[in-house]
């Protein structure tokens, strides 16, 4: 039988799609965020419990877990940001931020829901890293700094907490959801963009959703210290001279 997951970012694009695809497979779930009216009429709709909060607020992550009950089968942390500004543009602040959203609150979310994860015999975490994690782009230096930090917090974490609980990483490429609208809100802008992808399309929120519920469910009963690429071959491949 499907347990309870505990979604952080329950409110956006791909945590929303998450919470969405696990509640239709049978997961019970706790959804956290910071956009209260989004995230009450999600937990309505799935008839699920909700914690109101952002990464840097003190006794956020606690309070979730709390919330959430004493075991869960699975967390997923899909909180991000897109920053994207040159070098000589980004303020210690807008590091910090990143860092802290990304990688930090990802850390104390598994800290917090762990003995409560340990206590399912198929605990399961999913965190969420980027392309530009593992692929040098211009304007990503802040934000692709968190995402690095959150590949190498997965693979830690992993070789901590196995065999009791597997931790694994989506790493997207640019992906379809209200956090990204701002980027491709100009038609032509979002056209060049998907053409830099083998599979010359955008990712879309549904994709993450999927690989997401597999690597939370036991048909993925072997796979730990993954961060698996989502990206239409963008990362690996290269088919234009």
């Excluded at 519920?213 to 290269?238: E, Y």
Aim: proline share 3%; glycine share 12%.
């Amino acid at each position: 039988m499907p347990g309870k997951i505990l979604i952080y970012g329950a409110s956006g694009g791909i945590g929303s799609a998450c919470a969405r695809l696990l509640s239709a497979r049978g997961y019970s779930l706790h959804l956290a965020g910071r956009n209260q009216a989004a995230l009450a009429a999600l937990a309505d709709e799935l008839q699920a419990g909700f914690s109101l909060g952002d990464a840097s607020d003190d006794g956020f992550f606690e309070a979730a877990s709390a919330a959430a009950g004493d075991s869960l089968s699975g967390l997923v942390y899909a909180v991000g940001s897109i920053n994207l500004k040159t070098l000589g543009r980004l303020k210690r602040s807008d590091f910090l931020r990143d860092f802290e959203l990304n990688a930090l609150g990802a850390a104390l979310a598994v800290q917090a829901a762990l003995p409560a994860l340990k206590k399912s015999t198929r605990g399961s975490v999913v965190l969420f890293s980027s392309i530009a994690a593992a692929q040098g782009f211009s304007m990503h230096a802040s934000i692709g700094m968190a995402k690095a930090a959150v590949s190498g917090l997965t693979l830690s974490l992993a070789a901590e907490l196995a065999p009791a609980v597997r931790v694994n990483a989506i790493a997207p490429s640019l992906t379809q959801t209200p956090l990204a609208a701002g980027l491709l809100q100009n038609e032509s802008v979002a056209q060049s963009i998907a053409a830099l992808h083998p599979i010359p399309r955008l990712g879309v929120a549904g994709e993450m959703a999927e690989l997401a519920a597999f690597l939370l469910s036991g048909q993925s009963s072997w796979i730990t210290g993954q961060i698996i690429g989502v990206d239409g071959g963008r990362s690996s491949l290269r088919v234009k001279g």
